[in-house]
């Protein structure tokens, strides 16, 4: 007796189409191939569990998993700065020409990136460090880009006034 071939969930289709793009996703805002890979099957974890049984698939699976993403690394982000010691997935030492800084400047940067508003510190880590433009952090965080930019605006301004009341001259 032959069985008919198993359907596939909804949940491993997408995997299979998407897993790349989502792995990618990660790994330009980590910089570790080990924590985007981490991310990603956390992803596809809450997929299965969103999409369990006769789920009705959203308009667009890559957009609902490009925003089940961002909510990821925005948890992931806050998660670090609450925890000193890990390795921040904003650490400035992503900067360019970061070097020529003591490593008192690079902590009180990071201690004043740690004291931003959420919604700051998602466009200032996205912008500054991962060098996303305006645009594409916008479509990320669901966003106007004009947002995007007020809050940038506002960070840079938060974290130089921070560092100047600290007298720390990068």
Request: a positive charge; charged letters at 30%; hydrophobic letters at 40%.
């Amino acid at each position: 007796m032959t069985h008919p071939p198993k359907r596939s969930t909804l949940a491993e289709r997408a995997y299979r189409q998407y897993r790349l793009r989502i792995y990618r996703f990660f790994m330009r805002r980590t910089g570790s191939p080990a924590d985007a890979e981490d991310l990603t099957q956390r992803v596809f974890a809450d997929a299965v569990e969103a999409f369990a049984g006769d789920a009705t698939p959203p308009d667009s699976m890559l957009a609902w998993l490009y925003t089940v993403a961002y909510r990821r690394m925005a948890d992931e982000i806050r998660r670090r700065s609450r925890t000193p010691q890990a390795a921040a997935p904003w650490n400035v030492d992503t900067l360019h020409s970061t070097d020529e800084y003591g490593p008192n400047v690079r902590a009180a940067l990071e201690t004043a990136i740690a004291h931003l508003s959420e919604e700051q510190r998602t466009v200032v880590v996205l912008r500054l460090l991962r060098g996303l433009p305006f645009a594409e952090i916008a479509e990320l965080i669901g966003q106007s880009e004009a947002t995007c930019k007020m809050r940038f605006a506002r960070g840079i301004t938060r974290i130089r006034k921070e560092l100047e009341d600290n007298n720390v001259r990068p």
